[in-house]
């Protein structure tokens, strides 16, 4: 929809005699973007200008494209982190660490940096 900001500062644009032109538009394109979400569901993206005269001309829409069946969000929430028990998480990250907390080194040392450190737990052989 057309918001607040944008159409006071296509009104600071154009000339006084304009103004009815421009908000009479902007109240049709607000009936055409209500009619084009309830034929569009899914959401999707509309380009509108405005030309000197204070006409708005739709430059182009876009539908959004339809879900796909095999979406993941249907499966798992966006926010995965809202759903972990950080109880249960601190027990596993513990089944993980080493015995003395310090884990194994995964390598040599190269070029004096030191290799990146992995957790016992997942250490091959």
């Avoid at 290799?115 to 997942?122: D, E, F, K, Q």
Wanted: glycine share 8%; proline share 10%; charged share 20%.
């Amino acid at each position: 929809m057309l918001d607040r900001p944008w159409i006071l500062s296509i009104l600071a644009q154009l000339p006084a005699c304009w103004w009815p032109v421009f908000l009479w538009d902007c109240w049709q394109v607000g009936r055409y973007m209500r009619a084009w979400g309830a034929a569009h569901p899914q959401g999707g993206m509309v380009g509108i200008g405005v030309t000197r005269k204070g006409r708005i001309h739709i430059t182009w829409q876009m539908p959004a494209d339809e879900r796909s069946e095999t979406d993941w969000t249907q499966h798992a929430p966006r926010t995965p982190w809202k759903a972990l028990d950080l109880d249960a998480l601190a027990t596993d990250f513990a089944a993980f660490s080493a015995p003395d907390g310090i884990c194994a080194d995964s390598g040599p040392v190269l070029d004096g940096f030191h290799p990146p450190l992995t957790p016992v737990a997942l250490e091959p052989g």
